[in-house]
């Protein structure tokens, strides 16, 4: 099982980005697809999940309104689109895969594969 994060850079405040994890090695349409970050001395953590079928999405507090999560399931590939970025955006972004159970979909321990992460800067 790959994932392969890509998308990551520099960006100015306000600005956007758009990642994507491309999966191989997976059933792809029947796992639960997450995005965490790891800010600098920080702990990872989570930034948004969709569920294996699209149905429902989950954000953190501090992206809702600004980052969402889209999965094309033909292509095997989960996308994070982030607009209004802020400098605490700042971090290595993972990507995830995993059949986490409702309470699990925040946890990073309910995630059986990771990309490699993919760094996003945010200036002031």
């Known amino acids: 099982v790959q994932l392969q994060a890509s998308g990551g850079g520099l960006v100015q405040a306000g600005g956007s980005l758009r990642l994507s994890c491309a999966t191989s090695g997976l059933t792809f349409g029947s796992y639960g697809m997450g995005w965490f970050r790891q800010a600098p001395g920080k702990e990872r953590e989570f930034v948004t999940a969709m569920r294996w079928n699209g149905g429902s999405t989950y954000y953190a507090d501090s992206v809702k309104g600004r980052f969402t999560i889209s999965r094309d399931n033909a292509k095997n590939t989960v996308y994070l689109q982030m607009n209004g970025l802020k400098p605490e955006d700042t971090a290595v972004y993972y990507c995830?895969?995993?059949?986490?159970?409702?309470?699990?979909?925040?946890?990073?321990?309910?995630?059986?594969?990771w990309g490699q992460g993919t760094q996003v800067t945010v200036s002031s």
């Open positions: 995830a895969a995993g059949r986490p159970v409702l309470t699990g979909v925040r946890v990073a321990q309910s995630y059986a594969y």
